[in-house]
């Protein structure tokens, strides 16, 4: 039968009660299999968190004893690899991977978690995020590809091309889930789920170009966001879901909710009185899937039956639904193949070491990288909170922040923790190292008052000790890391947070290092030995004071199950590093929003008590070599930018040319720049190249007040180089 026909037909035979069922999406960890069974029997689209043999039997349950045999679809969060799955392949986070900046690798590590998601039958994934974390507070900086618009388009849809590549019905392919429509990161106050106050007109702007070029790369299923725009939840938010995303992009896949989103409405946001309210809002706003707000079945029947809703709502909805599960030929395959033997495999794994290698930012260097034979290194302490441990590398969303039921959360080898890649190596260099804990990430509350020196600060502890106290357990640990560090002659400190301060619900009001760090440092400092500073974390923190005191800085962000062993290859320069931040770092967390493509129109441009350059800018990032940029041209015909890069250092290297460009005078405020391009270009010492870079028509337009996209004729600057720093940038002014 014509596919066409074939789910009208469908359609038309279904009850109200199973087009119920088809709408919802069942999270198995809270039910449990028996509840997962009954709900299997009525025919329900979809479940989640559910893996191995209670997958296969809910799969066989909707195919073979629902009564229409509608076969059932698997989703899972394999959003930096399938991390559910303590075998799988742990790939850098999407913050990490974005520092890249690398299209192909994207997609590679997509395509290689789609792989390991279908061999475990899964047709899945809630992945990418392309939310904008231009707030870093926000617990969720690290599920991004960071704080532009521009960037986080250009990787997402690599991702989204990765996952599904060329046919859905593929035995390695997967749907991918454009989330979180939309503007969620950009909350008040980094608060997760919190109200986005933003006009219509902001979100055309900022948000909405990466979800546009989500649908442009053929994504088969969005998620709505949490939160709310304006005071309009994304639930209810039929703007946002039938005119945004249906009707202007012309999206045609399914759209499922976020966790539960229906009663938010309800005891959250509270907009709705109850169940059936808000099972008809939601089912009137445009959402075709309801995870996990099972109410909503019984709710939504009830309202047909009672003539409050019109049942050709759910009949989109489902359509919207079997339109894809038929793109994934379901009915002859109702559970993916995948490639047997490829979970964790060689070949996967190899690519997750070049991930975190190209994934390393190298943010300071006074010269002391990279540590070379006849430096006198002779003996070096690593020390510091995330030196050695695992699930801060990992960071969010893996089989230790989200344990699928009955999957371990103790680490699983194989992964490489910085002071396992230092040890790999320097032993093979006789360099000894030796290791220090330092001090915890969590424990603020025994650092109480504002000390004026480290030394009364010490010297406090030891009263408090004597006097057996709780106040201060960890000046041991310190003390411990100074006296060994003091025999020796080169200091990696790794420091952080971790992933109890990072995701769904973990805002930080502050951004400092938290605990001890930061004393932590202050002590190592005083002795005045060569200190590099490892950033494991899973956002820019305030690291100000720390950057000062180091004569090294290396971000890294959450590297995955290899990011010590490409911290330690870039310490000892068996890696060049290439990696460009996808995020600013700020000076202090006050300084927040510091995102680089700042309006106009700040009097005098900064605080009285804090510069407005951000500590770290975006697409910066060090190497060992250093490159020049000339000869910048612009073809206005093509839209297309040429620059020559030079590699003047003594090694090869990668750059990422980026490309920037600002309407001179616009009828509403635009950035004072915008990324427009990037190109990463690899070099030999001395060696040049002509890269060119053609721009897109938007990268010139401007979203007028009455919400319409237009190019309005006149000057613009067009910017090529390193950084969006403006030293880092040559630039050329064209008229259009
Ligand atoms: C979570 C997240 C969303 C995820 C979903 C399923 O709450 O907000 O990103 O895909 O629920 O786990």
Redesign the pocket.
Known sequence: MPKKNFIDDLISRMTVEEKAAQMLQVPVSVVGMDEARKWARLGVGSF?NVLGEDMEELARICAEESRLKIPTIFGI?AVHGHCLNKDATIFPSQLAMACSWNKDLVRKIAKITATEVATEGIQWT?SPILCLARDPRWGRTNETFGEDKFLSGELGAAMIKGYQGEDLSDDTAVLACA??FIAYGEATGGRDSYDTEITMRKVRDEFLPPFKKAVDAGVATF?TA?GSLDGVPLTANEKALRGLLREELGFDGFVVT??DTVNALINRQKVCADHKEASRVAAKSGNDMI?ATLEFYKAVIDQVKKGKLDESYLDEAVKHILTIKLRLNLWEKPLKKGIPGSIGCRSHLNAAVEAARESVVLLKNNGVLPVRKGKKIRRIAVIGPNADDIRAQYGDWTYFTHPVPGIEKEPQRPYVTILEGMRDIADHKGIEIRYSYGCSVNRREYYKGNFESIPAFMEQCYIDNSRKTDTYKEMPFINEAASLARECDLIVLAIGDNYNQAG?YNDRAELRPSGMQEALVRVLSTLHIPMITVVVASKPLVLTDIVEKSDAVICAFNGGMFGGQAVAEAIFGKINPQGRLPISFPVVTGQVPVYYNQLPGWHEGRYVDCTEEPLFAFGEGLSYTWYEYSDLKFNKRTKTVSVTVTNNGKRRGVETVQVYVNDVVSSVMTAVKNLAGFERVELDAGESKTVKIKLEDEAFSVVLPDETRVIEPGQFEIFAGHSSKDEDLLKVTVTL
């Open positions: 989640l969060d809630f989330k979180h998620m949490y976020d966790w995870m769904e």
